[in-house]
């Protein structure tokens, strides 16, 4: 039996948007188990002061670095000062994301569309390219990445689809990237996350709309129980994938959506 505590000592994870929601959570929890964490995002008043919070907290060794992660530029800074800070990288969590209102398809801006499609999409992409150059040149050679793919990646809510487009197209990257880092013992799945708590399912407690045009409350989890699936997923050998994991509310309408 796998014992996840301590499972983390002396490996490194990179946590894209790693300073709130989701992403906080997951770092705090691979913290918790000995993973130095590297935290990424936009704003560095955000990052910094979750890094505080984070290191408070858990005890742990968390480093802040911004970066955009739809920026070529940028993405490639990033993995240069986290190679040049560690040496290497075992773990990359694809979870930075944002959606747009909630409004009919016609009616999203183009603007709108390359906003999310950058920040979802391409800069998971992005990170991934790094990622995989990183992790076949280090030695020991190999790691793990881990895509936050939404429930989205399988079944859309009613007026989402430049968020739900992304998020199918993370489970073709997934899939493509388990299957060309198999060679060199580079892992990759992907966490399909329903209605965890955060600021961006504040809304679920006053109603949201349904498939059939109804609006109705519904069930969230902690985002906590987010980080102890990760740990998990992260905490295996790499002779060992899980590919997809789908973590969400009980009781949230998912089964039978549609």
């Keep these: 039996m796998t014992n996840y505590q301590d499972s983390g000592r002396g490996k490194i994870a990179l946590v894209t948007g790693g300073g709130t929601g989701v992403g906080k959570a997951i770092s705090t929890a691979l913290l918790g188990v000995g993973w130095t964490v590297v935290i990424t995002g936009r704003r560095k008043d955000v990052l910094d002061e979750a890094a505080s919070a984070l290191a408070a907290e858990t005890k742990g060794t968390v480093k ?4 955009d992660v739809s920026d070529p530029q940028s993405v490639a800074a990033l993995f240069e000062a986290v190679k040049a800070a560690y040496g290497r990288l075992d773990l990359l969590i694809n979870n930075a994301g944002i959606n747009v209102p909630n409004v009919a398809m016609e009616e999203v801006t183009f603007e709108q569309w390359n906003a999310i499609v950058g920040a979802n999409l391409t800069g998971a992409f992005l990170c991934t390219q790094q990622a995989l150059k990183l992790m076949k ?10 895509n936050n793919g939404s429930i989205s990646a399988t079944t859309p809510r009613p007026n ?7 998020k199918h197209a993370i489970t073709g990257l997934t899939k493509s990237t388990a299957l060309d880092g198999r060679p060199f013992d580079i892992a990759c799945g992907q966490i399909d996350i329903g209605n965890a708590t955060t600021e961006m399912t504040s809304k679920m407690a006053g109603g949201v709309l349904q498939a059939n045009g109804e609006t109705a409350s519904e069930p969230t989890i902690p985002a906590h129980y987010i980080g102890d699936a990760v740990v998990y997923m992260a905490g295996l050998p790499l002779e060992a994938n899980v590919l997809s994991l789908t973590v969400m509310a009980t009781k949230m309408p998912l089964v039978g959506r549609g």
Excluded: C, M, N
Excluded at 64 to 67: D, E, Q, W
Excluded at 160 to 166: C, D, G, L, N, R
């Design 160 to 166: 989402s689809a430049p968020y739900t487009a992304t």
């Design 64 to 67: 802040p670095i911004v970066s």
């Design 137 to 146: 040149a280090q030695t020991p050679r190999g790691g793990r990445i881990i």
